[in-house]
T-cell receptor, first 110, second 112 residues
Framework: KQEVTQIPAALSVPEGENLVLNCSFT??????LQWFRQDPGKGLTSLLL?????REQTSGRLNASLDKSSGRSTLYIAASQPGDSATYLC?????????FGKGTTLSVSS | DADVTQTPRNRITKTGKRIMLECSQTKGHDRMYWYRQDPGLGLQLIYY???????NKGEISDGYSVSRQAQAKFSLSLESAIPNQTALYFCATSDTGGTEAFFGQGTRLTVV
């Protein structure tokens, strides 16, 4: 059974700092890995999708990497801003549906 | 208009009542999913459907049922709501082959 773990559960940083969010999964036979952002009480916004054949994807200040052999993905956020404050969820797809981690709640202070 | 639309957005219902949550999508995707989110627990899969004639249970299907009325519509029902079904419910879609998933804005359900 696929399990997805995100570390840390919460993170507080000052504005401008670069940061890394971690995601690990137990079954390396995944189709893809997707990172989402969720604001409090709101829906999920897709940030980046990494197909199993890819190593990384970039969108603006965000860069996500995937290492299937070690069962890990990281989301790198450059020059963090207060508007980046949200919960970040990673989800691995292996066969049936997306399996989610519990998320990392990020707080960026100005 | 949103690609994935959930109705209602908020609902308060009483214990024992039957309630239906509806989801419609304009993405043209074959695959649709229902998830439940509880604080601190992430999203858990309730049911999923790969096409109109395909319905599958997820990890927490007890107390729920679904109906895939058309490619674009996937409804979740609580036959007899109980307080521990109070949660945020999300519908999602993806294309065949499990590519990028798109989520609705969620339905906040409170069972009193």
């Amino acid at each position: 059974k696929q399990e997805v773990t995100q570390i840390p559960a919460a993170l507080s940083v000052p504005e401008g700092e670069n940061l890394v969010l971690n995601c690990s999964f137990t079954d390396s036979a995944i189709y893809n890995l997707q990172w989402f952002r969720q604001d409090p009480g709101k829906g999920l916004t897709s940030l980046l999708l990494i197909q199993s054949s890819q190593r990384e994807q970039t969108s603006g200040r965000l860069n996500a990497s995937l290492d299937k052999s070690s069962g890990r993905s990281t989301l790198y956020i450059a020059a963090s801003q207060p508007g980046d404050s949200a919960t970040y969820l990673c989800a691995a797809q292996a066969g049936t549906a997306l399996i989610f981690g519990k998320g990392t709640t990020l707080s960026v202070s100005s | 208009d949103a690609d994935v639309t959930q109705t209602p957005r908020n609902r308060i219902t009483k214990t024992g009542k039957r309630i239906m949550l509806e989801c419609s999508q304009t993405k043209g995707h074959d695959r649709m999913y229902w998830y439940r989110q509880d604080p601190g627990l992430g999203l858990q899969l309730i049911y999923y459907s790969f096409d109109v004639k395909d319905i599958n249970k997820g990890e927490i299907s007890d107390g729920y049922s679904v109906s895939r009325q058309a490619q674009a519509k996937f409804s979740l029902s609580l036959e007899s709501a109980i307080p521990n079904q109070t949660a945020l419910y999300f519908c999602a879609t993806s294309d065949t082959g499990g590519t990028e998933a798109f989520f609705g804005q969620g339905t906040r359900l409170t069972v009193v």
